[in-house]
């Protein structure tokens, strides 16, 4: 069988998550083809680095503009806004071409737009391939929900319950988490001990953190305190900490080894993210969080909080020092995180992509002997 794995960049949480399943799938199910493709190189193969480039500088400078724009596509009350309609049958018909030519027999999206796409194609094209939707968020908004999808990997029991709302079937859902790399593990405790504590700041690949020298000044004034910040793609804001040589900071730019650098940390202060949230998870690091201002990240924090897995920074940013040093010298609040962890992700059935896939390899057999 060929199964392709359909994703963009714009986040580059739908992008890991696609990584991590492809390689997963090509390790358990080596008979089978299975690729990664990009859907916007796709749809614009000589632009869509532009594209790319461009959703960084939005997300980096006009948040609340990308924002109000999610809320306006993903409203449960509406469809697609009219205003997508012609660059959606543009969009399908490059998707429709290129599926053609590849006659998977399996698609698996973890990207909204691409996972509503492949339902329009198999709206279009009766008995095409198999279509499995990874949801990439824990919340779900009405883009992720779609006619035609043959089967549905969720992030946790809330997930699912969403989708039940919404009249798909239980035996079309499981609950796997979202896709990490085996490298996210939990480390012993007691391997790690180190004499200062260690905090681990990160702000998504965009490195979307705060920009105020003030807020990293106070980091480093933290006793017994050593902090690795991962810029990511923000290079003004690396240069500006670097430039301003601040003691027990180590300065970062992108990494390709956060698992290590999770498995060295007390604890992970970011924005809540689905991909940094399940990786946090995966490796029983206790999380902490800036206070969201983008709507599903909202819808994540809320989560994050209300299944003990973390804890949201609140009050005055002239706050937020004081309360990172209160957390991470709490030895019973961190144990008690890192025990709501390991609770939670006891309940990931992180077979159910490899389960599907032979059921859908007994079926074609038997299609093919009658």
């Known amino acids: 069988m060929k199964i392709i794995v359909l994703t963009s960049k714009f986040g580059m949480g739908h992008y890991s998550a696609a990584k991590t399943l492809t390689e997963h799938l090509q390790q358990a199910v080596p008979h089978h083809q299975t690729y990664l493709a990009d859907f916007y190189q796709i749809a614009f193969p000589n632009h869509f680095q532009t594209i790319y480039k461009s959703y960084t500088r939005l997300m980096l400078h006009g948040g609340k503009l990308v924002n109000s724009a999610n809320k306006s596509i993903t409203n449960d009350e509406q469809g697609l806004p009219k205003s997508l309609k012609l660059p959606e049958q543009f969009l399908l018909h490059r998707l ?8 998977p027999d399996i698609v698996i999206t973890t990207y909204s737009f691409a996972s509503y796409l492949v339902s329009e194609y198999k709206r279009l094209h009766q008995g095409a391939c198999s279509h499995i939707t ?3 968020d824990i919340g779900v ?15 946790c029991e809330e997930t699912k319950n969403a989708l039940l709302k919404r009249g798909v079937d239980e035996k079309d859902i499981a609950i796997s988490g979202i896709p990490i790399s085996p490298a996210f593990h939990p480390i012993n405790q007691a391997a790690k001990r180190q004499k200062k504590k260690e905090l681990l700041l990160m702000g998504g690949g965009l490195g979307m953190l705060p920009e105020t020298k003030s807020f990293y000044k106070s980091l480093s004034d933290i006793p017994n305190l050593h902090t690795t910040i ?15 040589d601040l003691p027990h900071l180590t300065i970062l730019g992108c990494i390709d080894d956060v698992a290590q650098r999770m498995a060295q940390a007390d604890l992970f202060l970011t924005k809540p993210g689905g ?5 946090a998870i995966g490796a029983e690091l206790p999380l902490l969080l800036f206070p969201p201002t ?4 909202i ?3 809320n989560f994050i909080v209300r299944n003990g897995l973390g804890k949201q920074l609140s009050g005055k940013p ?3 020092a004081e309360q990172i040093a209160f957390l991470i010298n709490n030895e019973l609040k961190l144990a008690d995180i890192r025990h709501s962890m390991h609770r939670f992700r006891m309940h990931f059935d992180t077979d159910a992509v490899i389960d599907f896939i032979m059921k859908e390899e007994g079926r074609m057999q038997e299609r093919r002997a009658v």
């Open 96 to 103: 429709s071409s290129y599926l053609d030519q590849e006659q």
């Open 134 to 136: 990874c949801i990439t």
């Open 141 to 155: 908004h009405n883009v992720w929900v779609n006619p035609d999808t043959s089967f549905y990997l969720v992030a």
């Open 230 to 244: 991962v810029c990511g793609k923000n290079n003004r804001l690396k240069e500006k900490l670097v430039a301003a």
């Open 275 to 279: 991909i940094s949230t399940f990786e």
């Open 294 to 297: 983008l709507e599903q990240e």
């Open 299 to 301: 819808k994540n924090c």
């Open 318 to 320: 002239s706050s937020y």
